[in-house]
């Protein structure tokens, strides 16, 4: 049973757009939301993360909005820069326990 | 470097071979994680230790997988028998959880790449 589910899967944006990539949880227990993002041959690195008694968390470009009663969380790339292409997931924890990681979003932004 | 060090980055080894890797977390983090991650997905959880308690282990770690983390320091991931569907990258994380708090931030070393021939 996959319990965070990520979209899409790839994603193609000119510099200067804003990829928005989505997740959807159903474990009501989770109660922190990072995402990574991760280059070929890196490990993943966290880009921003959300705890669920704030709807939106802004750190630099990156946005995260957070819809409680839907389940759903997404990632915003503002102004985005070829730089940015990488591989983006979204994951979920519950209290003192493992993070759940999405499929992952490979994200292309063309010059 | 002062981050998350695994090794060796890569192994290759032909199928029924016991392989061993290392990670070296960040000096002060009390917590250990490793996780398998293979081509398209995203990292699954395997294992985890606090000190040198191993607290949580996956279904996915079959018998054939063992961890540890002797003094609480590094820690050890080993395959035994290798299988062709071991073919991953294995990557190794590590927080700092303070007393009566949740977990902090995970950071990942850049992994180990599993082929089994």
């Known amino acids: 049973q996959q319990q965070v589910k990520q979209s899409p899967q790839s994603l193609i944006v000119q510099k200067g757009g804003i990829p928005i990539i989505n997740c959807a949880y159903e474990n009501t227990a989770f109660d922190y939301f990072p995402w990574y993002q991760q280059f070929p041959g890196k490990g993943p690195a966290l880009l921003i993360a959300i705890r669920p008694d704030v709807s939106e968390k802004k750190e630099g470009r990156f946005t995260i909005s957070f819809n409680k009663s839907a389940k759903q969380f997404s990632l915003h790339i503002m102004d985005s820069q070829p730089g940015d292409s990488a591989t983006y997931f979204c994951?979920?924890?519950?209290?003192?326990?493992?993070?759940?990681f999405g499929k992952g979003t490979m994200l292309l932004v063309s010059p | 470097d002062t981050g998350v060090s695994q090794d060796p980055r890569h192994k290759i080894t032909k199928r029924g071979q016991n392989v061993t890797f290392r990670c070296d977390p960040i000096?002060?983090?009390?917590?250990l994680y490793w996780y398998r991650q293979t081509l398209g997905q995203g990292p699954e959880f395997l294992t985890y230790f606090q000190n040198e308690a191993q607290l949580e282990k996956s279904r996915l770690l079959s018998d054939r997988f063992s961890a540890e983390r002797p003094k609480g320091s590094f820690s050890t991931l080993e395959i035994q028998r290798t299988e062709q569907g071991d073919s991953a990258m294995y990557l190794c994380?590590?927080?700092?959880?303070?007393?009566?708090?949740?977990?902090?931030?995970?950071?990942f070393g850049a992994g180990t790449r599993l082929s089994v021939l």
């Open positions: 994951a979920a924890r519950d209290g003192y326990s493992t993070l759940t």
């Open positions: 000096s002060e983090h009390n917590r």
């Open positions: 994380a590590s927080s700092l959880r303070l007393a009566g708090g949740p977990d902090n931030i995970q950071y």
